[in-house]
């Protein structure tokens, strides 16, 4: 009865978002606040019932009735707890479900907390999220319907995918997915300001919040994910630019570029037109990584689908929806202003150069990840483009915007002073030097460019603490002015320290991660040892061991330094009799902020084990530089000035 009550508000669901829709553009094209009151109602209403819908799913799943077809799919007894609840969205149709939640979640949030808006703006927003709503709760609804029955339902169900039985991926999901769905607030606000004929500085003031909500959620959820393939997988890495992990870092390359321009629109007035393309262009990247994860277009162990029928449909969603948004951009284009002028050496010509990196930085991305799949399409010849093109590609282009982003935020606004500038970051250019030699020089010589590498991550930090003291003057007034200054700064330039700071810091990881890991793999019995990175790793003992749905060999590795014991740690083979599926637990021994990551292999001819030991250097920092970029955009999204500054602005316009 549960699953029949959580059907029927998923349809009233998508018969609310319709009427949100409605009334919200009747709203508009009547001005009657009636109406628009209505539809921001349904829009509370509409969220209300993909919450109820979400509920009776994830119940199905606590108590395994295998009478939803949902959860015979994808769910067994024997799964814990957690693994059980977080079935819920492991699949196609709960995912999809997962989508609309946020979707209405954020059109309800628009709704209840966009009263600084102007009526006409607000009420168009909250109408073009009544129609995505309406597109995805019908795909829901008619094509991917979570909550169907079985006519006959099995006695046990077929389980998670094994990979899939993680904390950090239990997680992963809900973060990526609010912030994919949060880049449609953006283009809803997109929609409305084209349709309004008004984009300018107060329109992108209040693009940037929600900007700052979902760049951050879609930080901590591509971490979290990354964090997942790093030690679930079993193979030693942290990124392999997997097409699936492209589609959810187009997005967010994106987003990084319309926070940026959204700040020149807002300051200057200028690049309007270019921060509403990356609006609309955010949130079509989010449709694209739905599209390619669910259309069985790719391999990957992220995806979720191979239903070619159900791509087709994400597809002309797709096809849609970033087509009407685009067209209506081309059409009002030509009636964008211009803004303010500047000069080649100003704030306003830094961001746009940082714009012009992400940009071309994204399209790299894009064509690596379409291009297999365009070249098979039209011969039939399946090939893969792996690390050696992004590296190729890629990897110069954000080098060349790394190296300019300290010292944008120290030019002035119109007419800046380059030489200035590069004056006020002399101790961070040095400490950026003194790192490139004291590592190339005299740590490891043939390592020039993981050396440079180190000296761009100090530079990156360097700056960020640069641009802080330069706000508050610490060397050039009293030690009070300048506390004063100090604690008075606002929030959002706090933000985009810990953000810049925080790319930095993942910078160093990256580098030292990727230039000085070291790996050694043998077949060992049990007693014997291999050495890495000046460790032995040596492999105690082996013994079988009963999960609560797996049956595993379970490995004892100690590891020791110059004869005194480091660590021990379990890796373990587990084998999940649901699936048939055998996967890696890896083991991880802590060095500070450097990892000996630790995998045991198959069982081999005369009792032997294949173990793989990989010494990992400061391989936390790839994961710790994420976490304080996020932090900073939160920081930044308490700015009350983010969340006043226009609605004071209006009311003394009205008054």
């Given at each position: 009865?549960?699953?029949?009550?959580?059907?029927?508000?998923?349809?009233?669901?998508?018969?609310?978002?319709?009427?949100?829709?409605?009334?919200?553009?009747?709203?508009?094209?009547?001005?009657?606040?009636?109406?628009?009151?209505?539809?921001?109602?349904?829009?509370?209403?509409?969220?209300?019932?993909?919450?109820?819908?979400?509920?009776?799913?994830?119940?199905?799943?606590?108590?395994?009735?295998?009478?939803?077809?949902?959860?015979?799919?994808?769910?067994?007894?024997?799964?814990?707890?957690?693994?059980?609840?977080?079935?819920?969205?492991?699949?196609?149709?709960?995912?999809?479900?997962?989508?609309?939640?946020?979707?209405?979640?954020?059109?309800?949030?628009?709704?209840?907390?966009?009263?600084?808006?102007?009526?006409?703006?607000?009420?168009?927003?909250?109408?073009?999220?009544?129609?995505?709503?309406?597109?995805?709760?019908?795909?829901?609804?008619?094509?991917?319907?979570?909550?169907?029955?079985?006519?006959?339902?099995?006695?046990?169900?077929?389980?998670?995918?094994?990979?899939?039985?993680?904390?950090?991926?239990?997680?992963?999901?809900?973060?990526?997915?609010?912030?994919?769905?949060?880049?449609?607030?953006?283009?809803?606000?997109?929609?409305?300001?084209?349709?309004?004929?008004?984009?300018?500085?107060?329109?992108?003031?209040?693009?940037?919040?929600?900007?700052?909500?979902?760049?951050?959620?879609?930080?901590?959820?591509?971490?979290?994910?990354?964090?997942?393939?790093?030690?679930?997988?079993?193979?030693?890495?942290?990124?392999?630019?997997?097409?699936?992990?492209?589609?959810?870092?187009?997005?967010?390359?994106?987003?990084?570029?319309?926070?940026?321009?959204?700040?020149?629109?807002?300051?200057?007035?200028?690049?309007?037109?270019?921060?509403?393309?990356?609006?609309?262009?955010?949130?079509?990247?989010?449709?694209?990584?739905?599209?390619?994860?669910?259309?069985?277009?790719?391999?990957?162990?992220?995806?979720?689908?191979?239903?070619?029928?159900?791509?087709?449909?994400?597809?002309?969603?797709?096809?849609?929806?970033?087509?009407?948004?685009?067209?209506?951009?081309?059409?009002?284009?030509?009636?964008?202003?211009?803004?303010?002028?500047?000069?080649?050496?100003?704030?306003?010509?830094?961001?746009?150069?940082?714009?012009?990196?992400?940009?071309?930085?994204?399209?790299?991305?894009?064509?690596?990840?379409?291009?297999?799949?365009?070249?098979?399409?039209?011969?039939?010849?399946?090939?893969?483009?792996?690390?050696?093109?992004?590296?190729?590609?890629?990897?110069?282009?954000?080098?060349?915007?790394?190296?300019?982003?300290?010292?944008g935020p120290l030019l002035a606004w119109k007419r800046g002073d380059g030489a200035t500038a590069l004056?006020?970051?002399?101790?961070?250019?040095?400490?950026?030097?003194?790192?490139?030699?004291?590592?190339?020089?005299?740590?490891?010589?043939?390592?020039?460019?993981?050396?440079?590498?180190?000296?761009?991550?100090?530079?990156?930090?360097?700056?960020?603490?640069?641009?802080?003291?330069?706000?508050?003057?610490?060397?050039?007034?009293?030690?009070?002015?300048?506390?004063?200054?100090?604690?008075?700064?606002?929030?959002?330039?706090?933000?985009?320290?810990?953000?810049?700071?925080?790319?930095?810091?993942?910078?160093?990881?990256?580098?030292?991660?990727?230039?000085?890991?070291?790996?050694?793999?043998?077949?060992?019995?049990?007693?014997?040892?291999?050495?890495?990175?000046?460790?032995?790793?040596?492999?105690?003992?082996?013994?079988?061991?009963?999960?609560?749905?797996?049956?595993?060999?379970?490995?004892?590795?100690?590891?020791?330094?110059?004869?005194?014991?480091?660590?021990?740690?379990?890796?373990?083979?587990?084998?999940?009799?649901?699936?048939?599926?055998?996967?890696?637990e890896v083991g991880l021994c802590y060095r500070g902020l450097s990892h000996l990551y630790l995998v045991?292999?198959?069982?081999?001819?005369?009792?032997?084990?294949?173990?793989?030991?990989?010494?990992?250097?400061?391989?936390?920092?790839?994961?710790?530089?994420?976490?304080?970029?996020?932090?900073?955009?939160?920081?930044?999204?308490?700015?009350?000035?983010?969340?006043?500054?226009?609605?004071?602005?209006?009311?003394?316009?009205?008054?």
């Amino acid at each position: 009865m549960i699953a029949e009550v959580g059907a029927f508000a998923l349809i009233l669901s998508l018969a609310l978002s319709l009427a949100q829709a409605v009334l919200s553009y009747a709203a508009r094209v009547r001005r009657s606040a009636v109406l628009a009151g209505a539809g921001e109602g349904a829009a509370i209403a509409a969220f209300l019932g993909v919450a109820a819908a979400f509920a009776a799913l994830m119940y199905a799943f606590v108590v395994s009735d295998f009478s939803v077809a949902n959860v015979a799919m994808n769910s067994h007894t024997e799964k814990p707890l957690l693994y059980r609840i977080a079935g819920t969205w492991g699949n196609h149709e709960g995912s999809m479900l997962l989508w609309c939640l946020a979707l209405t979640g954020f059109g309800a949030s628009v709704a209840g907390l966009g009263r600084t808006l102007p009526q006409g703006l607000r009420t168009l927003t909250v109408g073009t999220q009544g129609v995505l709503g309406t597109v995805f709760l019908a795909y829901t609804v008619f094509a991917s319907n979570p909550l169907a029955r079985v006519a006959q339902p099995p006695v046990e169900g077929r389980s998670l995918n094994p990979l899939l039985q993680d904390p950090a991926l239990a997680v992963h999901p809900p973060f990526l997915y609010a912030g994919y769905v949060g880049m449609s607030v953006v283009f809803s606000l997109a929609v409305a300001a084209l349709i309004e004929g008004r984009v300018d500085a107060a329109w992108s003031r209040w693009v940037r919040p929600w900007t700052l909500a979902a760049w951050s959620l879609l930080t901590v959820g591509i971490t979290l994910g990354s964090f997942w393939a790093y030690y679930e997988l079993g193979w030693g890495g942290w990124w392999f630019w997997d097409p699936v992990e492209n589609a959810s870092f187009m997005p967010w390359l994106v987003a990084t570029a319309l926070l940026h321009s959204a700040i020149v629109t807002e300051k200057r007035g200028a690049l309007a037109g270019w921060t509403v393309f990356l609006a609309l262009a955010a949130f079509s990247f989010s449709m694209l990584g739905g599209f390619l994860v669910r259309s069985g277009v790719l391999t990957s162990v992220h995806a979720f689908a191979v239903d070619p029928t159900r791509g087709v449909l994400l597809l002309i969603i797709l096809g849609v929806t970033a087509g009407l948004g685009f067209s209506l951009f081309a059409w009002r284009a030509p009636t964008l202003g211009r803004g303010g002028m500047f000069a080649p050496v100003s704030r306003e010509s830094a961001l746009v150069l940082n714009n012009i990196l992400l940009a071309a930085a994204t399209a790299t991305v894009l064509l690596g990840t379409l291009y297999p799949l365009i070249r098979e399409a039209m011969s039939g010849e399946a090939i893969s483009v792996g690390p050696p093109y992004f590296n190729l590609t890629f990897t110069p282009l954000m080098a060349a915007l790394l190296v300019l982003l300290p010292i944008g935020p120290l030019l002035a606004w119109k007419r800046g002073d380059g030489a200035t500038a590069l004056r006020r970051l002399a101790v961070a250019a040095a400490v950026a030097v003194v790192l490139t030699l004291l590592v190339g020089v005299l740590v490891t010589p043939r390592h020039t460019w993981g050396a440079l590498g180190v000296g761009l991550g100090g530079w990156l930090i360097a700056g960020a603490l640069a641009e802080i003291l330069e706000r508050t003057r610490v060397f050039r007034v009293p030690p009070a002015e300048a506390w004063r200054r100090f604690t008075g700064l606002p929030r959002g330039a706090w933000g985009m320290t810990l953000a810049h700071l925080g790319l930095g810091v993942f910078v160093l990881g990256a580098v030292f991660e990727t230039s000085w890991k070291l790996e050694a793999a043998e077949a060992l019995p049990v007693g014997r040892a291999i050495e890495v990175g000046g460790y032995s790793v040596r492999l105690a003992a082996v013994e079988p061991v009963n999960g609560p749905n797996y049956d595993a060999d379970r490995g004892t590795i100690v590891v020791t330094r110059a004869g005194q014991p480091v660590c021990q740690v379990t890796p373990e083979r587990r084998f999940y009799t649901a699936g048939g599926q055998t996967t890696s637990e890896v083991g991880l021994c802590y060095r500070g902020l450097s990892h000996l990551y630790l995998v045991l292999g198959e069982r081999r001819e005369g009792g032997t084990y294949l173990v793989r030991a990989y010494w990992n250097p400061w391989a936390s920092l790839i994961f710790v530089g994420p976490a304080i970029m996020a932090a900073g955009g939160l920081v930044s999204l308490s700015d009350r000035r983010l969340r006043l500054a226009a609605g004071r602005r209006r009311r003394e316009q009205e008054a």
